[in-house]
Structures are given as structure tokens and as C-alpha cells.
């Protein structure tokens, strides 16, 4: 199955497109997952810069081959949070192990553990009113591993502001798919 942020190894499916083939593999992560296009095809949105280390401009679509590979992630967890007084949006991201999150719960100083929704990729939402309180996170990746990150947002946090905390998940094992 594919993952949003898991990190891929992709190459051209020879001998198909072959003129238009770069030789080299290339390693990406995955951040727009597009799964309702072409049913029960997998396939890769891609911007010019990734297309590029796989295929020429003029390829279009190209049949490709993948396969999960290790992740390697230098510091901790970054949180960027958004919104408003209402709406919280915090997109989780230089993230370790698999790399994919699948579960993100928020606890503010004087609030218990809340869990938030999936809004589109890694960003995460949730309608509570959290602003003066210190920001505390739970996230969870598809192997199942949690990592907990207390404190990671001072009282006085603001919208727009990015945090980053120490820990961080382990670096992946290969996966083929």
C-alpha cells in the first residue's frame, strides 16, 4: 500500500518508455498520494523536479517500478501549527522510522489527550480552542510504534510558528512492496 511521506526508490518499468528512462534510481517521499484517479492503479503525483530524476519532460506518464526503502531523518519531530483561535491545523513532519504517520493526538496544558483528524497528508486538525496553553503531542506511523513529545509548543505559542523536539523515531527498515 502506498503511503503519504513513506520514502520510495521508483524506476522506469523496462522496457517501456525507454528512450525517455533516466539510468539512475533516485529516492523520493511520497507527500500527494492520489488513490481515486485510476483505481486499483498505484501511481505517484509527482512535481517537475522529482519527474525529472526518473524520466524526461516529454515522457507524460510513465510506467514505473518501486520499491520502500530506508528512511533517514536528521533531529526530531518538526510541528508547524496553523489556524485559528478555533481551528487548529499542525502538520508533522521530519519524520523518522517509516516515516508515515497515521494517528495524532494533541494535549494542551490544561486539557487531556484529544485526537485529531487527518485534514490532507500530514497535517492534522482539530476544533478546540488550545491557544495559551503549552502543546504536547502523541503520533503514531504505520508500524505501529507511538512517540510521545511533551512540551513541544511554549503558552505563548502563535499560529504559523514551527516547533522541534528532541525524539524522533527510528530509522526504517526495508520494506518491498
Excluded at 517501456?16 to 503525483?45: E, G, K, M, T
Excluded at 504517520?101 to 500530514?122: A, D, E, F, H, P
Amino acid at each position: 500500500m502506498l503511503r503519504y511521506a513513506a520514502t520510495y526508490r521508483p524506476k522506469m518499468n523496462f522496457p517501456s518508455h525507454f528512450a525517455y528512462c533516466r539510468p539512475h534510481l533516485s529516492r523520493f517521499r511520497i507527500n500527494n498520494l492520489n488513490v481515486w484517479c485510476n483505481p486499483p492503479q498505484h501511481h505517484f503525483d509527482l512535481s517537475l523536479p522529482k519527474f525529472l530524476k526518473i524520466a524526461e519532460y516529454k515522457a507524460g506518464l510513465v510506467p514505473v517500478v518501486y520499491k520502500r526503502v530506508t528512511c533517514h531523518k536528521k533531529g526530531g519531530l518538526k510541528f508547524e501549527i496553523k489556524g485559528n483561535p478555533n481551528w487548529i491545523l499542525v502538520l508533522v513532519f521530519n519524520v523518522g522510522g517509516v516515516g508515515d504517520v497515521v494517528n495524532v493526538k494533541i494535549k494542551g496544558s490544561k486539557t487531556g489527550w484529544t485526537q485529531m483528524l487527518r485534514n490532507w497528508g500530514q497535517n492534522w486538525q482539530i476544533s478546540q480552542q488550545l491557544a495559551g496553553q503549552s502543546l504536547s503531542f502523541q503520533v503514531q506511523t504505520s508500524d505501529g510504534k507511538w512517540v510521545q513529545s511533551d512540551n513541544v509548543a511554549p503558552a505563548n505559542w502563535r499560529f504559523g510558528q514551527t516547533f522541534e523536539v528532541k525524539n524522533n523515531f527510528s530509522n526504517c527498515i526495508l520494506e518491498n512492496e
